[in-house]
């Protein structure tokens, strides 16, 4: 089953070769693009895009040159592309093309890419050299001396505590059907148009499925029934992913109606509790397009960004009006929770590969980092503390603008004391090192696991508790819970329980959670098989289908 990042690349890739097509004059026969799929003999394409197919499909773009098709041309040409090569099946096929043609023609059309650079692009390195839009940048750190890092102390025994629930990737998807096919062949499946399966075993469950479903309506509302009745906590931190991975078929009014519909379900069972959101890829449309400021017309991000600022600052008043100035400009924004405590909430979108907008220029989009730097900078003359929140962690982000955020994480390690993300789905963490000797562990990158079970995993949640609102207090993570939701016995016992999966102070048997805490972890993975066996289950949820040897170990241990 391909990946929505998988069919996201594939689709950037075929219109790469309908635009070139486009630009060339000379017709391209079905019978040739049939030809070319057939003799490429990538009959299991479907699977897995490969180096490979990516160099056959460039070798298609690298044949043609200069024309004038129209666009609506391209999309049939780009549809059988799409359909040749089974990218996807053909009804999938013929809605992604022209969800992606404003796009791809905003982004391409004029600017070509060889092979090599393109493949590199989509696929990384290991396939082939890259395209390379922006070469080396830095940020601009100001000259103000990093003052001396102090390590917090443990709070006294009864100093008050926050609690902060978080929740990320929820992909609620409103077509979801108990007893569709959850075996459909695309991406998304478990839907209302996916019809029955002829095996009923392969039926879509009431309370959720494994196999590449999203969350269906009644889990979102059991999970905010639960967390009403049985949960006391102060803030909420969502990191972003709302819509579902129905990236062939959504429209800009699909993704607004879904943050407006969210936001309500917030409003509803938690009256007074502000909630602070990063916004994820996927809640544009398409899938990971978020244009810098400069893009204006019909190709601008505005439309998402307006949204944003009504939901969160007029109608919810999570925010302040101050915030909506950034906003609108690149949908980032900060503000202070308790006098001491500031969040600062990233777009982390401009940090992603898959945001072809930066294959432009990537250096510094809408100025982000240099903002966040400025920020930082305040609150360390303030004596201020940071949570910073964003969707996508900086491990898995573009390489330039990675080393950029690490330097500015090392600059100010002693201002940011927490760190929240999403994106992946499951459940782990990301350790920073300091700059000069990579040695010393200064900050923490708690990644959550997902709501959606898409793929493979349980639904989650998980609530932190955080040293409170008092004189002297730090703000630093003091322990997190993390609570699922079996997907199995929900569906075999039509009785949803939300349960405590576990707590990181007692399963890996911590004294705190500072960095260095975590890094005595990771050395015990190292050499203690069952302590890594169960960070691997918490990776997964509860619902591990895989075996994990030495070197999958390796892997994730430095992943």
């Given at each position: 089953m391909k990946s929505p990042a998988i069919t996201s690349a594939v689709t950037v890739l075929l219109f790469m070769g309908a635009v070139a097509i486009r630009v060339s004059g000379r017709p391209y026969q079905s019978e040739q693009i049939k030809s070319i799929a057939d003799t490429a003999k990538l009959s299991d394409v479907s699977l897995n895009l490969s180096c490979d197919l990516c160099k056959v499909l460039a070798g298609i773009i690298d044949d043609l040159v200069s024309s004038n098709r129209t666009e609506e041309e391209v999309i049939a040409i780009a549809t059988e592309i799409c359909i040749a090569f089974n990218i996807e099946s053909e009804r999938v096929c013929r809605l992604m093309t022209?969800?992606?043609?404003?796009?791809l023609f905003g982004v391409l059309v004029g600017h070509y890419l060889s092979p090599d650079q393109l493949c590199g692009s989509i696929l990384?390195?290991?396939?082939?050299?890259?395209?390379?839009?922006?070469?080396?940048?830095?940020?601009t750190l100001p000259s103000t001396k990093k003052p001396p890092v102090v390590v917090p102390k443990p709070p006294k025994p009864g100093s008050p505590q926050l609690r902060i629930l978080h929740?990320?990737?929820?992909h609620w998807d409103r077509m979801y059907q108990e007893g569709a096919n959850a075996v459909c062949g695309d991406t998304l499946c478990c839907r209302s148009n996916d019809g029955k399966p002829s095996d009923p075993a392969n039926g879509a469950g009431k309370w959720g499925d494994y196999r590449d479903c999203d969350t269906p309506q009644i889990v979102i509302e059991n999970l905010m029934q639960h967390l009403a009745q049985n949960e006391k906590f102060d803030l909420i931190y969502v990191t972003g992913d709302l819509p579902a991975h129905d990236i062939w078929n959504q429209t800009r009014e699909d993704q607004v109606d879904i943050l407006k519909e969210i936001t309500g379900y917030f409003l509803k069972y938690f009256p007074g509790i502000k909630v602070f959101n990063a916004v994820g890829n996927h809640e544009s449309a398409p899938v990971n397009s978020f244009p810098p400021p400069y893009v204006t017309g019909k190709n601008s991000i505005l439309w998402l960004y307006g949204a944003m600022a009504e939901s969160w600052i007029d109608r919810a008043k999570w925010l302040p009006p101050d915030t909506r100035t950034t906003i609108m400009q690149g949908g980032f924004y900060t503000t202070m929770v308790y006098p001491g405590l500031r969040v600062i909430s990233l777009n982390m979108n401009f940090c992603n590969d898959e945001n072809w907008w930066l294959q432009i220029n990537e250096t510094d989009p809408a100025g982000e980092l240099q903002w966040l730097i400025g920020v930082l900078q305040k609150a360390e003359d303030v004596k201020e503390k940071v949570h910073i929140l964003g969707h996508i962690p900086p491990g898995w982000c573009a390489k330039v603008w990675t080393a950029n955020y690490y330097k500015i994480v090392d600059r100010y390690e002693s201002t940011i004391v927490a760190q929240f993300f999403g994106h992946k789905h499951k459940d782990f963490f990301e350790i920073f090192y300091d700059e000069k000797t990579l040695s010393r562990p200064t900050n923490i990158v708690y990644i959550g696991g997902s709501v959606t079970p898409y793929s493979q995993t349980n639904p989650s949640y998980r609530m932190y508790t955080v040293d409170g609102?008092?004189?002297g207090t730090s703000w630093v993570v003091l322990d997190h819970f993390t609570?699922?939701?079996?997907?199995?016995?929900?569906?075999?016992?039509?009785?949803?329980?939300w349960k405590l999966e576990y707590?990181?102070?007692?399963?890996y048997n911590m004294k705190s959670l500072l960095p260095s805490d975590w890094e005595e972890v990771v050395e015990e993975f190292k050499e203690n098989d069952d302590m890594f066996m169960k960070f691997y289950t918490y990776y997964f949820k509860s619902h591990v289908t895989t075996s994990c040897d030495s070197n999958c170990k390796a892997s994730m241990i430095i992943m």
């Open positions: 022209k969800e992606y043609k404003d796009m990384g390195d290991s396939c082939a050299v890259p395209y390379d839009p922006k070469s080396e940048w830095n940020v929740l990320s990737d929820i609102n008092y004189n609570h699922i939701l079996n997907i199995t016995e929900a569906n075999l016992t039509d009785k949803p329980e707590s990181a102070k007692a399963a």
